[in-house]
């Protein structure tokens, strides 16, 4: 392929394109799919069942005594705690 002359309107394109530095762009995403209301209403959501909510408490227990290090005679506050906790987040009286 021929080399356009200098000065020339095609030369000057052609330079300033070798000249500009690629910029990659960042691929565009998919919109997401609207959905309705993300809280769930607690009419229509299931009720956990006792041994289910046990669990949570159990759990919800665990991390509380995890995150004071697992120093002893703080148990029963640790459940009293998370029992109240996980009753509150699931609408539990």
């Known amino acids: 392929m021929a080399t356009p002359k200098a ?4 030369a000057k394109a052609a ?17 997401k799919p609207k959905q309705g209301n993300p ?3 607690a009419a229509s959501s299931p009720a956990l069942n006792a041994q289910e909510r046990d669990k949570l408490i159990a759990q919800a ?15 029963l506050q ?3 705690e998370a ?10 009286r």
């Not at 000065?7 to 095609?10: L, N, R, S």
């Not at 330079?15 to 919109?31: D, E, N, Q």
């Open 7 to 10: 000065g020339t309107p095609k």
């Open 15 to 31: 330079a300033k394109t070798a000249l500009t530095p690629k910029v990659a762009r960042a691929p565009v995403a998919a919109p």
């Open 39 to 41: 809280k769930p209403q």
């Open 61 to 75: 227990a665990y991390f509380r005594a995890e995150r004071r290090g697992f120093a002893p005679g703080y148990e």
């Open 78 to 80: 640790d459940w009293v």
């Open 83 to 92: 029992e109240a906790e996980v009753k509150r987040l699931i609408g539990d």
